[in-house]
């Protein structure tokens, strides 16, 4: 069965660090992974997905992703945070059934 | 605009008192899904419908119904609301396939009192 866990309920970094988001997955398929982002009051967007293609995955607002087979993650970065980035930000998996499922997600608090 | 629609976006009611969350999609997706998005408790999966007429529960459905009569809309329907359900609700539609994103419609938050 297909699972995903988030290190890490609430992540802080002060504005221009880097931000980490660690996500790690379980699945019996080749997986197709998923980052989502949720700003306050709105519902979910997409910012990046893996499909078997590139390991390293290019998103919108600067994030990226990298795709490790041997040790099952997808964690999410951006070089440089920026007050708008404060969000909750979702990893998910496809699985065999189209269905997607979904981490527990984080919450990214930017310091000034 | 491709887009997923939810009305209402806020609704206040009383106990028992039934009501229809009303999700349509303009993207000709196969796939819809309901969740529900509580604090601490991530995203969870309510119903969700493969194609027309085809409908699933997910892992929180008690208290709820749908149905998928027409491609593009796919109603949450509370017969008897509890304060359990007082929640944030999110509806989505996906094309065919794995790899395809879904889209999440702006939330509906309901609270029952």
């Known amino acids: 069965a297909q699972s995903v866990t988030q290190l890490g309920s609430h992540v802080s970094v002060s504005e221009g660090a880097l931000v980490l988001l660690r996500c790690n997955y379980s699945?019996?398929?080749?997986?197709?992974l998923f980052w989502y982002v949720q700003y306050p009051n709105q519902g979910l967007q997409l910012l990046l997905k893996y499909t078997s293609a590139a390991t390293l995955v290019k998103g919108i607002n600067g994030f990226e992703a990298e795709f490790k087979k041997s040790e099952t993650s997808f964690h999410l970065t951006k070089p440089s945070a920026h007050m708008s980035d404060a969000a909750e930000y979702f990893c998910?998996?496809?699985?065999?059934?189209?269905?997607?499922?979904w981490g527990a997600g984080t919450k990214l608090i930017i310091k000034p | 605009e491709a887009q997923v629609t939810q009305n209402p976006r806020y609704l206040i009611t009383v106990t028992g008192k039934k009501l229809t969350v009303t999700c349509s999609q303009n993207m000709n997706h196969e796939y819809m899904s309901w969740y529900r998005q509580d604090p601490g408790l991530g995203l969870r999966q309510i119903y969700y419908s493969m194609n027309v007429e085809v409908t699933d529960k997910g892992d929180v459905p008690e208290g709820y119904k749908v149905s998928r009569k027409e491609k593009r809309n796919f109603p949450l329907i509370l017969e008897s609301p509890s304060p359990n359900q007082t929640s944030l609700y999110f509806c989505?539609?996906?094309?065919?396939?794995?790899?395809?994103?879904?889209?999440f419609g702006p939330g509906t938050r309901l609270t029952v009192t």
């Open positions: 699945s019996s398929v080749p997986p197709y």
């Open positions: 989505a539609s996906k094309p065919r396939g794995r790899g395809g994103e879904q889209y």
């Open positions: 998910a998996v496809s699985d065999s059934n189209y269905q997607l499922i």
